[in-house]
């Protein structure tokens, strides 16, 4: 199957429009009931609830580990096709993590502050859209949905704290019935040794099942390499990798 292992990793029909995503094969259909210990695995990496752009983020960071280093033959033991190039990565530029706002009227929005750690949810796109409902009321609206509204000072430049995230806004000359709409991506901010660090601090039988240890797949060529990996080696990129490509097998093996 084209991109096998990156497709079992990410475990999703992608939507091919955004940032960082790669080909999936026609026949490749994604596992929708996991056993709890890969969902333990997949909250480390991906967050509870991940949208598209955490998982193609964090599979742009695998792969480059994977196809540069010791796992490489693990990659294509499947399956040889691969139409990624493991080195590019979508989401390399900082411009794609500037807010992008636009404005109803001749006023200007600014926002400060940082989403505290996104891999922690796994949403890295945000969005919010303010109306200006009167001279000392603003609404937030969210999608989905959920709409605020937050109580400002009668002035041209109007401070207030987006509820439910580490941003603050800041509008300035906008008229009553003004609208703006700001969309974000945050960058994760979880390094390698912690992914690694959260991954070892699992249960026993987390690890145990992930690696196939005890279990029918203990022999399996690709799941024995990843462990040794994960056993052996003190680089946290490396261990990393080992631990991600178990789990993509993994996923595969439990359909």
Known sequence: MINHIRSYFVNR???????GSELQDDAFQPVT???????????????????????????????RIWHTTELSPLVTHRD????????????????????????????TV???????????RGRLQSQWSFTLGSATQITIAYPGGNVWEVDVEDSSVRHFAIPGTGFKATLTNFEVGD???????????????????????LSEEVLAQLFGIDTPRYDMYELVAARDVWLRQPEPLLRLGAAAM???IATEEVR
Not at 80 to 100: C, D, E, H, K, V
Not at 110 to 120: A, I, K, Q, R, V
Not at 179 to 200: D, M
Request: no cysteine.
């Open 110 to 120: 600014g926002l400060t502050g940082m989403d505290s750690e996104p891999d922690w």
């Open 80 to 107: 040889s096709r691969i139409t990624y190039n493991p080195l590019a990565n979508a989401y390399s530029s900082l411009q794609m993590f500037q807010p992008q706002v636009t404005v109803s009227g001749s006023g």
């Open 179 to 201: 609208t703006a709409t700001i969309r974000l991506l945050s960058r994760p901010v979880v390094s390698a040794s912690q992914l690694v660090e959260r991954i070892s601090n």
């Open 246 to 248: 178990a789990l993509a």
């Open 13 to 19: 029909l992608i939507d091919r429009t955004l940032p």
């Open 33 to 63: 009931q996991l056993p709890w210990y890969l969902v333990a695995v997949r909250n480390v990496l991906f967050g509870p609830n991940p949208d598209f752009h955490m998982l193609n983020y964090r599979a742009a960071q695998l792969v």
